[in-house]
């Protein structure tokens, strides 16, 4: 199909974290996707919301009533890609979360657009038991994101089905989002689904990684608490997101490529 115009919606994810940096913007597999259906259709349109940081509740309130007046039909794509920030968090509530999700992508596929969502990487990049919390927590998430596709109608990205995205040599230092490479496997399995052209070598697992010596891991590991775990946990405590006063990389539809 030929899309007129694609709206993302979402998170970090969404926002394009932590790929290449263009024009002072995150890149990400969203954008990506844009530029291949912008060589379809040369009246296609862009419209990223996506804010770092936000809670599903977050991104009800402020990014889906700002979607109605710019989807036209079938013809626009929405991607939906939210709750996992809910889902890593210590006082996470399944039964709140959950019903909100359904409802959110109810209310996405009611404006009459062509609906995309995502499970998540249910593997864990790290054995123990936060691993294991979060394989388990992902694992119901999940069953609903594919229940709520169902129950709309929407295109499914289930990530689950290429397990070896959870190669830790797909994310970036903070060990938990996408790095450039990661993102270009996501644009192309999003781009497989939607059957635009794509590159099929993104199914390539990576070779098997190289040894790290026990000290080189300890200096990683200790890097990754200071640089990312700690400052994580400070602003949770103070109540603070990192998406606190940032704004959507592009809040109207935009011709793209950008000029």
Known sequence: MTFNRYIALGDSMTEGMTDEVINGKYRGWADRIADVMAKQNPQFTYMNLAIRGKLIQQVIDDQLPQITPYVTGKDTLVSFHAGANDVIRPNYNPAVTLPLYIEAAKKVAA?????????????????????????????????????????????????????????????????????????????????????????????????????????????????????????????????????????????????????
């Open 111 to 259: 404006t009459g657009c062509t609906l995309m969502l995502f499970t998540v990487m249910e593997k864990p990049t790290s054995d123990g038991k936060t691993g294991k919390i979060w394989e388990s927590r992902f694992h119901e998430f999940n069953k609903i994101v594919r229940h709520t596709a169902e129950l709309t109608g929407a295109v499914l990205i289930d990530w689950n089905v290429a397990p070896f995205l959870s190669d830790i040599r797909f994310l970036a230092d903070d060990r938990l989002h996408l790095n450039a490479q990661g993102h270009y496997r996501v644009s192309q399995g999003v781009l497989e689904k939607l059957g635009l052209p794509f590159d099929s070598t993104w199914k390539t697992p990576l070779p098997p990684a190289q040894k790290t010596t026990l000290l080189k891991k300890a200096i990683s590991d200790v890097r990754w608490v200071f640089t990312f775990v700690i400052p994580w946990i400070w602003r949770r405590a103070r109540g603070k997101s990192s998406g606190d006063g940032r704004s959507s990389k592009f809040s109207a539809p935009i011709s793209w490529p950008q000029s």
